[in-house]
Nanobody, 133 residues
């Protein structure tokens, strides 16, 4: 079955950039839509972005629109989240997740808001992003 591993996190000053990678193994990532989430202590896991199987459909939460970009390279079994103009409020553990939208009823990446975490069957381990001076 599918496994996901995130990389590319770390510490950066406000205004800086990071690119997170999500590498799939055990299955073909092209089968799956990908979600990005983040979580800070004491708060619910927040949807950040999603991207459809071929990259045609994308969406973002309002707080990151214009700053973050999501894309994928299915030939490398990898999805990416490029984060620019980072703010301290972006500090969190970031997760990638995967769902097969052909078998999960009601999943839509770019219609009616970001899909909730419950749609996603596969999750990465999480990776820390810290934005501070």
């Amino acid at each position: 079955q599918l496994q996901l591993v995130e990389s590319g996190g770390g510490s950066v000053e406000p205004g800086g950039s990071l690119r997170l990678s999500c590498v799939g193994s055990g299955d073909t990532l092209e089968t799956y839509a990908i979600g990005w989430f983040r979580q800070v202590p004491g708060k619910e896991r927040e949807g950040v972005s999603c991207i459809g199987r071929n990259g045609f459909l994308t969406d973002f939460t309002d707080s990151v629109k214009g700053r973050f970009t999501v894309f994928r390279d299915n030939s490398k079994n990898t999805a990416y989240l490029r984060m620019n103009s980072l703010k301290p409020d972006d500090t969190a553990v970031y997760y990638c997740a995967a769902v097969d939208p052909t078998i999960v009823t009601g999943y839509y990446c770019a219609r009616g808001g970001l899909p909730g975490a419950g749609y996603y069957a596969y999750w990465g381990q999480g990776i820390q992003v810290t934005v501070s001076s």
